[in-house]
């Protein structure tokens, strides 16, 4: 989880985001839910839902399209 310093707007139901989370990968959703430190996002192509706090590494998207495909860094091999 990467904690950046506040500086945008906390997202309004119905916005459009995208979450990266370095343990789980990129979603893309629309929020549904505000709650105090943190929002609730419904995930595209799932039907799932997913939390993220208002300090993650998440960015509003203008469209919701397809799911995109991002680059992930593949993880190292335990020996």
């Not at 789980?24 to 839910?33: H, L, R």
Request: aromatic share 10%; charged share 30%.
């Amino acid at each position: 989880m990467v904690i950046k310093k506040k500086s945008k707007r906390n997202p309004q139901v119905g916005d459009l985001i995208t979450h990266t989370c370095k343990l789980n990968g990129t979603y893309e959703g629309e929020v549904t839910q505000i709650l105090s430190a943190q929002f609730v996002y419904k995930v595209v192509g799932l039907s799932c839902t997913r939390f993220c706090l208002f300090r993650e590494d998440w960015n509003y998207i203008d469209e919701l399209g397809p799911p995109r495909k991002f680059k992930t860094t593949p993880k190292k091999k335990r020996r």
